[in-house]
């Protein structure tokens, strides 16, 4: 079979799919139905209901991916972080959840996430130059 390669350097988002789609369809034939779901802790400002930071995840293939946490400056060092994470357990739990992943910088919380009883299973360093992307993981077994 003859292919053309070429190069996209602002691909659609039509594009993506052209690619995504075959993907997705290979990752459901081998390693079943991801059952995919997100879900956020959001913070809210009291007086303008604003979302002013929180936590956003999904569960993929019984692992509970935490993408996105955010804490206001104003409002670290009070256990907010804490309870976002101990309620994400709460939903891996309750989505009966193998374990729980998440990326970090090293500029971030990886003292932060270890104190929580996560174990870095990986690390791309220089990334962004000068710092180290961290991977944690937590088993809930």
């Known amino acids: ?3 053309e390669i070429q190069l ?3 691909a ?3 594009e993506r799919l052209g690619i995504l789609t075959p993907l997705l369809a290979h990752n459901l034939a081998n390693g079943g139905d991801d059952a995919h779901e997100t879900f956020a802790l959001l913070l809210r400002d009291p007086d303008s ?3 002013i930071g929180g936590l956003y995840g999904k569960v993929s293939y019984r692992w509970l991916l935490i993408e996105l946490v ?3 400056e104003s409002m670290r060092g009070q256990g907010i ?3 976002l994470m101990r309620m994400a357990e709460e939903v891996a739990h309750k989505k009966n959840c193998t374990g729980i992943w998440l990326e970090t ?3 971030q919380a990886p003292v932060f996430y270890q104190k929580l009883g996560y174990s870095e299973f990986g690390r791309l360093a220089d ?3 000068g710092h180290t992307r961290l991977y944690y993981q937590k088993s809930l077994r």
Do not use: L
Request: without cysteine; hydrophobic residues 25%; charged residues 25%.
């Open 70 to 72: 955010s804490v206001p």
């Open 105 to 107: 910088f090293s500029f």
């Open 1 to 3: 079979m003859s292919v």
């Open 12 to 14: 659609t988002e039509e």
């Open 49 to 51: 209901n604003e979302v």
């Open 8 to 10: 996209s350097e602002n």
């Open 81 to 83: 972080g804490e309870r």
């Open 127 to 129: 990334y962004p130059p």
